[in-house]
């Protein structure tokens, strides 16, 4: 059975909401789902014993890219992830009223591209993740299609 890792960093439980959906989508699709928060994640145990890591971040601060808060930690680490040749997919909640739209969904992207990773997807949800739930499995099978 394929596995998935899925990571996220939520304030108000919007990017969360957003890795739940997509857990359910790849349970469905097969693979054995694991789902932690940035909070508490170490980066030395992403990506490497995974067939397939999702990243989820919202974006805060105004005048610049600001990663969710339990995300920050983790983002400093990132160097440690073997990432090298590995999938994964990125996805985040943000407001278009802000100059950098999901700013975190692109730094974590850029970043995993430098340490090798194959970036299979990205997802960018504007506002309430809601009424986005068709989207966002979608999404999450694609993704999920693109390993099995
Ligand atoms: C003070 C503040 C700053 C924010 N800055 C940005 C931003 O720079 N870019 C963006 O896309 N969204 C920004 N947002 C919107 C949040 O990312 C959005 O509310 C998101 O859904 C929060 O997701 P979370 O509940 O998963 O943390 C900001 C929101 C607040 C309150």
Not at 35 to 62: H, P, Q, R, V
Request: hydrophobic residues 40%; proline residues 3%; charged residues 20%.
């Amino acid at each position: 059975m394929a596995s998935a890792l899925i990571v996220y960093g939520s304030t108000t439980g919007n990017t969360e909401y957003v890795a739940d959906i997509a857990g359910q989508v790849l349970c469905a699709a097969g693979m054995s789902v694991k789902k932690i928060n940035a909070a508490g994640a170490e980066a030395e145990a992403l990506c490497k014993d995974y067939d397939l890591t999702l990243f989820g971040c919202s974006t805060w601060g105004s005048d610049s890219i600001e990663l969710q808060d339990d995300f920050v930690p983790l983002f400093e680490h990132f160097d440690r992830i073997q990432a090298g040749g590995k999938p994964v997919a990125v996805f985040g909640c943000g407001d278009s009223s802000y100059s950098y739209f999901c700013g975190a969904v692109d730094a974590i992207t850029q970043k995993l591209k430098e340490l090798g990773a194959h970036v299979v997807d990205t997802l960018k949800i504007d506002g309430d993740p809601n009424p986005e739930q068709e989207n966002i499995e979608q999404w999450a099978r694609r993704v999920a299609e693109a390993v099995l």
